[in-house]
């Protein structure tokens, strides 16, 4: 059965760095790829970025600057820093499963404020 | 980046009627579309992708139409757990984009 876990800080300061894992199970990092996509408060989705099954990344180029996508395999963890937080980055966090460019599982989702 | 114009926002209908959901994409896409399902408190689910192929457990009263620029979801007979948000989202090309959803409710 696969599965996504989001993790990480609910409330990040403004200036600092968000730091969120996504754990699965149920597939191999080395088969699949991982999306983060994120989510504001009652707008829409925004694709982040892709770690691939080879470990190689593609970053949305508006986030790009502030983003980084990591892995390790050993532990079926794959991560995401954003550094420079401002209030617009608060948004539900989410890592999907990439399946042929299409995201065909999802975590729930991991809820973060930027506040001070 | 592809652009994906989504209508309409909003839609209210009852159990057993059909309603369908637009997405425009700003260029050319072939067949590359798919259609998530989105509900409080449950990851998104992958209802179809390229266009018309259902994902796995995708109930039949489902089905996706398209090519190009202009695509649609209908659901037919609505069942009350089909009310909920939906996105399409471009897989024809990087960087992946999304529509800005529908949220389908209760009449």
């Known amino acids: 059965q696969v599965q996504l876990r989001e993790s990480g800080p609910g409330l990040v300061q403004p200036s600092e760095t968000l730091s969120l894992t996504c754990t699965v199970s149920?597939?191999?990092?080395?088969?699949?790829?991982v999306n983060w996509v994120r989510q504001p408060p009652g707008k829409g989705l925004e694709w982040m970025g892709t770690?691939?099954?080879?470990?190689?990344?593609d970053y949305n180029s508006a986030l790009k600057s502030r983003l980084s996508i990591s892995r390790d395999t050993s532990k079926s963890q794959v991560f995401l820093k954003i550094n420079s937080l401002q209030t617009e980055d608060t948004a539900i966090y989410l890592c999907?499963?990439?399946?042929?460019?299409?995201?065909?599982?999802w975590g729930q989702g991991a809820s973060v404020t930027v506040s001070s | 980046d592809v652009q994906m114009t989504q209508s309409p926002s909003n839609l209210a209908a009852s159990p057993g009627e059909s309603v369908s959901i637009n997405c425009k994409a700003s260029?050319?896409?072939?067949?590359?579309l798919a259609w998530y399902q989105q509900k409080p408190g449950k990851a998104n689910k992958l209802l179809i992708y390229?266009?018309?192929t259902l994902q796995s457990g995708t109930p039949s009263r489902f089905s996706g139409s398209g090519s190009g620029t202009d695509f649609t979801l209908t659901i037919r007979n609505l069942e009350p757990e089909d009310f909920g948000l939906y996105y399409c989202q471009q897989h024809n090309e990087y960087p992946p984009t999304f529509g800005a959803g529908t949220k389908l409710e209760l009449k």
């Open positions: 770690i691939w099954n080879d470990g190689s990344t």
């Open positions: 260029k050319s896409i072939s067949k590359y």
């Open positions: 999907a499963r990439n399946e042929n460019d299409v995201m065909d599982a």
């Open positions: 390229s266009g018309s």
């Open positions: 149920g597939f191999s990092l080395t088969s699949y790829g």
